[in-house]
């Protein structure tokens, strides 16, 4: 379980407007960080047109290397820490640049700026 990777993941129980279901995420923390079993990941929803104008949502075209069988999105304002657990099965994984896409979503969500 390593950086960059999409993974099939269990979010449930839920509460409120939190993603619900199992649906694939994508790893997001360093993977030299952190010492207990879990991940930090981005949750990975149907993409919806309106979502273009959303910066905390990046566009993921599927193919051979992700394990998409849809355009869908990385939702950044969904982030969270998740156990180990919850990962059902590896699909696949993301290139750099995506990765670095969403880095930069993340960081519109979290107010993050280089100075």
């Known amino acids: 379980m390593h950086r960059g990777e999409v993974w099939l993941i269990n979010l449930d129980p839920t509460v409120g407007s939190e993603m619900k279901k199992t649906r694939p995420a994508i790893i997001i923390n ?10 930090v990941v ?4 149907d993409w919806k047109d309106r979502y273009s104008a959303a910066p905390w949502m990046v566009r993921l075209e599927p193919d051979g290397k992700n394990g998409l069988g849809k355009v869908s999105a990385a939702d950044s304002f969904q982030v969270r820490s998740v156990s180990q657990q919850r990962l059902v099965k590896k699909l696949g994984t993301v290139d750099e640049t995506l990765l670095e896409s969403i880095s930069c979503a993340l960081a519109a969500v979290l107010g993050l700026t280089n100075k």
């Open 42 to 45: 981005i949750p990975v929803t």
């Open 30 to 39: 360093d993977d030299s960080v952190g010492i207990l079993p879990l991940k």
